[in-house]
């Protein structure tokens, strides 16, 4: 799969890059800024496209969105451009620096970027085409397979059950609005390549972390330091030396679309400094379109990520308003006064925002979310400081380069805001990790308190500061330099204070633990880890519950049941077997068994399946669920590995019974534990109407069962061939 895999990588990049640059390229936006921030713009694009086809009942697939995506940015480009002509975009930009230097500089970005995604997201990879398995990603998956199968790709209507049985079979029927861009995406790669979904979507991933990110994080460095060249030429290294930002997102927590969000944050936050500072002539009516397609893909990734942006540029917005006065005519008066004032109010401004948003109905089950604290409020300020911000091992080298450029831009009025977005970021981090009361959900909230993705946070703004203390450092080891010497010392300068960073955050063993638990780690050692296969079984399990034997033992089974639905116990790892393998599944979501808008059928079918064969109430439930087998990938029933906590034995009872001795069910497959059973009398029936109505199944198995404790056929059934494996 390592070709499908190149071949994904390569192609997402033009995907990414075409339809956006050309958007950017009309608006004169100068080449290195717009194959920067062109990824964001090409996203927004393919998602709005995708919801004007669903919108218009029209089927859609990959060729037929990116002709109409290239169609559109072409227009796009020319009605710019037209624009542009007539002086409606303003005077036209005036880099600071050469084109050939920033393209340069974005290179090196770009490399930098490959090189360490290659490192610490792609070397782990036994397989492009198994799944890291974690709790989000199996409903990524099962998202992009629903696109791909149904051909309605939009945002407002996702669910894992999209095709027209789907939609009959769906234990929780009715779709929603998810911020759906990064599965658009991979659905886009994996159809016009026909390559796995996993496949793709590992693809995409190195893509938003290697390419996307870096490329936003060079724009960001430039606007922020357009006279600190060694500060942005640095930021390439430092803007991967984190462990929380962006690879926890990936090899911790599996955050896929919030990773991808966090990716294009760079550029959406140089989109707006670059408006409002007007940098290299780069002006507001320029920019306007990259930057509104800019916000309708942070939207459609993960919309927190445009908190994360109002937490960097709230300070900047503040030192914006108190500059204000000074364009004003104040006739003698007092422009101290007026500074201060105008910082207080847009201040007061950026508070109400947050507040009114923290109360709007529409984000109450966002802000609600309760991750439990684990650290009191001095560790949780000891892990910020350190870069200990995903569970990881102290990054204390790192960290100083931190602390370095937070001094020194304090010693700057154009630098001094980053520092407030630094602090900003400190205090929600050590709140969100150390209390659990109304002001965790107040500041935190909109990150689902989650740890992690708060950490993320703290790292992206402490990235600027990263880069200007290297800066610092750089400079006081060439200053010395003079004549001839010069260039050479300001090569091996910046080699030299970036390896040094990059190996200082990643390489140096750190003690951890307690007592007789000591041991010691790097953060790289950390990084490896999340990944890695365990060697023991035991842990294997627990880390992977969906196995390389398992996937084999799926794809025999796929080649029995073709497009038949399948039930299936979700939690021994058959809940993957959907996204990753397309095997139609009844039970595809990972929770919400058992609770309000569950179907009848499907509560029946989980708790009274072995009672197929003598119940008639049973028997209707799978007429209307249109199954045919049952699928077992443990057979003694038990929940597997990292899914384990929300499995409850009691909902399952009807599938976890059936054996082959059950009367009904004929046994296929076996292997190990794991079992394919045919549901006999199945085919070729069609389900009825009016049993299963509003718990009238469940009431009807009540009435039905409630003189006799062994429903069904008692006899012993046929086992049946099983086929030798």
Known sequence: MWTEFILSFLLGAALLVVPGAAVCRGARVPWAFALAVAPGCSVALYSLIALGFSLAGVTLSGVVLLAVALVVAAAAWGGLRALARRGVLGPGPKASRPSILLGWELGLYVAVGVLATLLILVRPLSDPAMPTQAWDNVFHFGTVRAFLDSGDWSFLNVAQYKTSVDLAIDPFPGAKFYPAAWHVLVALLADLLKVPVVVAANAANVLFAGVVFPAGMFALLSVLFPERRSAVVLGAVACVSFVAYP?????????????????????????????????????????????????????????????????????????????????????????????????????????????????????????EYHWASYATAEEALHNGLTLSLSYNPPQWVLGAFVLGGFVASLQRGRTRWLSFSYVFALVIFVVATSTDGSLKHLLAGFWYTDPCRVGALLAFTA?????????????????????????????????????????????????????????????????????KRPAMLEEAEAKRPYSEEKAAFAERVKAIVGDAVVVNQPYDGSLYLYGVDGLHLLYRYMSGYGEEGETAASRV??????????????QEAVRQTRARYVLMLSANGQGVGRFSWAYQPDQWAGINAINPDTPGFTLLLAQGNMRLYRIDGADGTESGEGLLKSGEGSRALSDDTSDNDDVGLTGAGGAGDVVPV
């Open 247 to 367: 690879w926890a997102l990936y090899t911790s927590w599996q955050l896929f679309p919030n990773a991808a969000a966090s990716a294009v944050l760079p550029s959406l936050v140089f989109l707006f400094i670059a408006m409002g500072e007007r940098s290299g002539g780069l002006g507001r009516r320029q920019l306007s379109t990259p930057f509104g397609l800019m916000l309708v893909a942070v939207a459609l990734l993960q919309p927190n990520a445009a908190f994360s942006a109002a937490v960097f540029l709230a300070p900047y917005c503040v030192w914006f308003a108190s500059r204000l006065p000074k364009r004003l005519p104040l006739m003698g008066g007092r422009p101290a006064v007026l500074r201060a004032l105008a910082g207080v109010l847009a201040a007061a401004a950026v508070a109400g925002i947050w507040l009114a948003l923290y109360r709007a109905p529409f984000m109450a089950g966002v802000v």
């Open 463 to 531: 990235m600027p500061l990263a880069a200007l203390g290297l800066s610092i450092v750089y400079r006081l080891l060439t200053n010395w330099a003079k004549g001839r010497f010069q260039p050479v010392a300001r090569v091996v300068g910046s080699v030299a204070v970036g390896a040094a960073c990059f190996c200082g955050a990643y390489f140096i063993p750190v003690e951890l633990g307690e007592d007789d638990w000591r041991y010691e780690e790097s953060p790289f050692e950390y990084l490896e880890k999340q990944n």
């Open 605 to 618: 079918i989980r708790e009274h399946l072995n009672e197929y064969a003598g119940n008639p109430v049973v």
